[in-house]
Nanobody, 125 residues
């Protein structure tokens, strides 16, 4: 069955870096839409980045553009979220998500049917 497992979260000081991983199983990651989301306490889940299933283009929300980078290891069926210059407002649970029928990139959480369990990222001094 489709499964997504995130890892790599932790506590980091402002200005620091972390790399999150999202290991996929039950489907081929590079053939489907996939996205990173985050949810801070008391806030709605928001998109961070998404990958188009048709051309592999990667899109970023303005809040993380220039600081976060998504990459993919097809051999490991895993995507990564490299986060640099972290700010306290980046503190959240980070999720990866996919949908096997989605034919375009999307920043809408409702477009994704499969989610990982999330990994906590805390940016604090």
């Amino acid at each position: 069955q489709v499964q997504l497992v995130e890892s790599g979260g932790g506590l980091v000081q402002p200005g620091g870096s972390l790399r999150l991983s999202c290991a996929a199983s039950g489907f081929t990651l590079n053939s489907h839409a996939i996205a990173w989301f985050r949810q801070a306490p008391g806030k709605e889940r928001e998109a961070v980045s998404c990958i188009s299933p048709s051309d592999g283009n990667i899109y970023y929300k303005d809040a993380v553009k220039g600081r976060f980078t998504v990459s993919r290891d097809n051999a490991k069926n895993t995507i990564y979220l490299e986060m640099n210059s972290l700010k306290p407002e980046d503190t959240a649970v980070y999720y990866c998500a996919t949908d096997l029928g989605l034919e375009h990139s999307s920043f809408f959480a409702s477009d994704y049917n499969y989610w990982g369990q999330g990994t906590q990222v805390t940016v604090s001094s």
